[in-house]
């Protein structure tokens, strides 16, 4: 639970006005990748985005890849849990008691802004994190900051805590909509271990949404109230950090930056033995995660593994990277990498009262954790924003064929002489195994620089030809060229494109 | 919005307490497919469940079959929206103001019970939908119904509306969980239509949570207050309802069952000429469901499309027809079929003073919804109940192979000479096209026993013959036949058995 904003974060809260921002997110949202939700009515909160027919498709074929590089890889177990969970389990959790941000209420015009916000924002200082209360109300006084309504003096700073809070039943029964996932997988470990012969180390992943009640959210779609997490919970025996299995992540290059210096590729090997990583078991996993993000097409040198230091860590947490992207709006966190040692299982054993220990080669031990914690929504920003690109004539959006939603477009060359159904036919046949598009409207200049907007990677043109000799052209959407295939040819040739 | 029980819901109520259900059940949660949320807190309110390994992998087979027969069969748009929404938008609804429960608290001490079910319990009848509160109050003063729990007389029957609310911002902005995911649809539909140039007819389809705060849920699954949805609403003329592309069905036969009577199977055509049926898009979109149920394996015969009456209708709706399964707990609603006129999108705006209209050969018109909205979990659960046979020696599930969460499981005959190694080689080369369980532990009828409980439909078996001449045994779940199969042809002779 990344529960303060890193200095990383801080930097994208003034992004969403750069233009790059602005022009990607126009363009997802004319192309029906994600908008604002309830779009046609006034007033909605800020905090809330859906996703259109094409950010269904892209958010699912970025599901199956986090699924096949890091779930399936690793042997994992993928669990799907309530998002509502009783009161008690957030008092285990520590989220009823400091799960808040400070915040100030005018005393005159009943205004609330947000503490820390608010001075940063009148001093052009960055704030210091995790200070009391008072401390705020003396900063206020001494920056002479009053309400930006109506001129009063602000003090008597208080905790408003980011739980979205519900009421179960008739008699409004205490419980929360959950601030991040893991806590079902935590909770429900003891009956997993127990039914499904499962051993240690073993992780645990959750897809799902989470909710924080943010006070004032005002970075679009990288800061929400209602957002995906995809997140994955390595529980293990604190005394079994060198396996063998995480061996073949020794020669790996992670990219390591140890504070806010620019990252240096070292192997996970040299990254022991310096003392950067604790253990083999770390190192594994930030192998996993680096390279999950490279193979969805990010470049090497735009990911970083940034080492928290002790003042930005969580406090349960002994060991914390942030995986961080380079994008316009600055170093964006996509990934909380944590070790939380046994914090969260010692609490739930405590508040439930049940056993969650494991057995592990005859012993009885209380796993230690070690989390991947992504957020999906961001991660898929960054992976249009790396693919956004534009030269003198177009905009397209040059996403990794594997990634794209949609993969083909069909188009008849013109919609006459029989070629609107060789085409419907052509793409009815291809949309059995991929994602296609038909489209028969407008120049054919004008259909590619729709499809390469949406990042199609290959269009089909179906002409003349194709009726007399069974072939179409097929284009390719970065390079422009051009090819001759035949159409009996064509799944054998997408799919050997698409890998 | 199924918002009231109909008269098969109704004897689902009992239906837990059925042997089958429980045997169902206890299976599931064993193998990992469901069970109760937060299962090592005490006390956790019901109504909330968990997908296990098992279940999240047979919930997207399940959304897979969907998405293929229905979404991309009838060239629908997937969507993926918000779950909190501003309270005006439940306002539009009509879920503010009328979606709730009659409930009545005891003056004495507080217990509060559902009018309606209490007075069903007490008089073992049922009690007529629709009543108001002083007929609620009379029905319980002429039955001498007392509290159950300090026996003072009752009444002063009291609607709780059966949203969860939750407060957005500092401020605490009204905002709901939403009681279904159409409310998303109807609210995008116009940025929709402008944006990604659809045209009527067009299908919209949303798979996600929805969520209804139950007064007292004891359905166990059934009837959940966090549960999965996945919704269609097809937006249309109301003038054409008669497209040639809905012709394909019209040879097909619907189980329609008209009031409470046994379902008679009628041809599409059939079913039109004598009225049963108001026009072909209707016929069409229930044989597109019907065969959907019918691909995921549950037998025609146990499938019935039942017309409600008018007293069963939501107020809005005009024809309404309940896809309903035959299982041990009674006929059990899966999917409410619903021509929801243009209800929605006129309320919406009303209330958002947008133009909901949508242009169709030059006219604007303001669509008409027809809607399948199907309950995702209590689908997955009538599968398994389905699928779920003994026999004198054993339990299986006799799920479809395309179905089965986990399609092939991998065995070493024993535990030495180099079958491990060779299974584990097996096993990891089948899982890059598949989902496979590797297991070696106990003897292998008790391996085959595990993985005929999962529905695991094959097992391959590793033994000496497999390192000296390349061949393994298959064995197939429900005849227990087996064959010799090459190591080589074993992906080949797999997916040719999981269409």
């Not at 127990?194 to 180390?201: A, G, V």
């Not at 995906?228 to 290059?253: C, G, H, R, S, W």
Request: glycine share 6%; hydrophobic share 35%.
């Amino acid at each position: 639970m990344p529960e303060t904003e890193t200095p990383s974060q801080k930097t994208a809260q003034s992004g969403p006005k750069l233009p790059k921002y602005e022009e990607v997110m126009n363009l997802a949202a004319r192309r029906g990748y994600f908008f604002r939700a309830a779009d046609s009515y006034p007033n909605v909160p800020a905090g809330f985005w859906d996703y259109g027919p094409l950010g269904v498709l892209f958010k699912s074929r970025y599901v199956e890849l986090w699924r096949k590089r890091l779930v399936k890889a690793d042997e994992m177990v993928e669990i799907d849990t309530a998002q509502i969970l009783p009161k008690a389990v957030f008092v285990a959790s520590g989220h009823v008691g400091s799960f808040s941000d400070p915040v100030v209420e005018c005393a005159n015009c009943h205004a609330i802004y947000r503490a820390d916000k608010l001075i940063e924002e009148k001093t052009k200082r960055a704030t210091p994190e995790g200070l009391q209360d008072a401390e705020y109300d003396a900063l206020m006084a001494q920056n002479n900051i009053v309400c930006s309504n109506c001129k009063q003096p602000l003090a008597g700073t208080k905790r408003f805590n980011m739980m979205f809070r519900v009421g179960i039943g008739p008699l409004g029964e205490d419980a929360y909509l959950r601030p991040e996932t893991c806590q079902g997988i935590f909770v429900d470990s003891p009956f997993l271990f127990k039914t499904q012969r499962l051993k240690l180390p073993k992780g645990f992943a959750q897809l799902g949404k989470s909710f924080r009640n943010e006070i004032a959210p005002r970075q679009g779609i990288l800061r929400q109230r209602e957002f995906y997490q995809a997140e994955i919970e390595v529980l293990f025996n604190p005394e079994k950090t060198d396996l063998p299995k995480f061996e073949v992540a020794l020669d790996y290059k992670v990219n390591i930056a140890d504070g806010d210096v620019e990252a240096t590729p070292l192997t996970v090997s040299a990254a022991l033995a310096g003392g950067v990583i604790p253990n083999k078991l770390v190192g594994y996993y930030l192998h996993l995660i680096q390279s999950f993000y490279e193979a969805a097409g990010l470049p090497s040198e735009d990911i970083r593994l940034r080492k928290l230091g002790e003042k930005e860590r969580a406090f349960y947490s002994t060991v914390a990277f942030d995986l961080e992207v380079r994008t316009s709006v600055g170093w964006l966190e996509l990934v909380a990498c944590n070790y939380r040692s046994d914090y969260d299982l010692r609490r739930h054993t405590e508040v439930s009262k049940s056993d969650y220990t494991v057995e592990d080669d005859g012993k009885k031990v209380l796993p230690h954790v070690f989390e991947l914690s992504m957020g999906v929504d961001r991660s898929l920003y960054a992976l249009l924003e790396n693919a956004y690109t534009t030269d003198a004539t177009r905009t397209y959006l040059a996403l990794k064929p594997s990634i794209a939603p949609v993969q083909v477009g069909v188009f008849p060359l013109v919609s006459k002489e029989g070629l609107p159904e060789k085409a419907a036919e052509i793409y009815r046949s291809l949309q059995q195994g991929l994602d296609a598009t038909y489209d028969e409207s407008g120049s054919i200049g004008r259909r590619y620089a729709r499809s390469d907007e949406a990042g199609i990677p290959f269009c089909v043109t179906v002409d003349g030809e194709t009726l007399s000799a069974g072939t179409v052209t097929v284009r390719e959407r970065d390079s422009k060229l051009q090819e001759r295939v035949k159409v009996s040819e064509l799944p054998g040739w997408l799919n050997s494109r698409l890998d």
